[in-house]
């Protein structure tokens, strides 16, 4: 399997311990939801990891101030990486986000703005394609983020919000 596309209001706890998948290429995960439960490696994690070929991962519909995860999304062969997030929950505060993705070229990132930025990985980024929101009094930290676009050929701010953040 090449392509695997997970729909609508999906939700993963746990995964087999041999999963693999070792010719998925495209990954499609539309409003999936990851719930790891306590104590147990992030079902998230384990599962870009089970993906050693992925190049392309699309997360659309995320909720990850919803998810129970670590925050970082990490793979060694990605090179697309599409997030869009349209809803924002105000009762859960999303802290932090990690990119662990070196071999990264293209970013279209659209969502709300976590408080902090762990490791951002982009040393292959190209093209950027971004529209940041802040919540409305909103403290956060974007500076590792905006320090890893210094390599990007084509950046697209698309949002009013997203010249704040990069003047942070």
């Known amino acids: 399997m090449e392509k695997l596309k997970l729909g609508k209001d999906f939700r993963v706890r746990t995964l087999p311990r041999n999963a693999f998948l070792p010719m998925l290429e495209s990954l499609i995960l539309n409003s999936v939801r990851y719930d ?10 384990k599962f870009l990891a089970a993906c050693p070929a992925l190049f392309s991962l699309e997360l659309a519909g995320v909720t990850w101030d919803m998810w129970r995860w670590g925050g970082v999304i990490s793979s060694p062969s990605l090179t697309v990486l599409w997030i869009v997030k349209d809803i924002y929950i105000p009762l859960v505060d999303f802290t932090t986000l990690s990119f662990e993705t070196p071999m990264l070229e293209l970013l279209y990132y659209r969502d709300f703005v976590p408080q902090t930025y762990g490791v951002v990985n982009f040393d292959y980024l190209h093209t950027a394609q971004l529209s940041l ?19 990007v050929k084509t950046l697209n701010l698309w949002s009013a919000d997203t010249l704040r953040v990069r003047e942070s």
């Open 133 to 151: 929101h802040l919540r409305e009094n909103q403290a956060f930290d974007a500076t590792r983020f905006i320090e890893a676009l210094g390599n």
């Open 36 to 45: 790891t439960p306590p104590c147990q490696i992030c079902v998230f994690q």
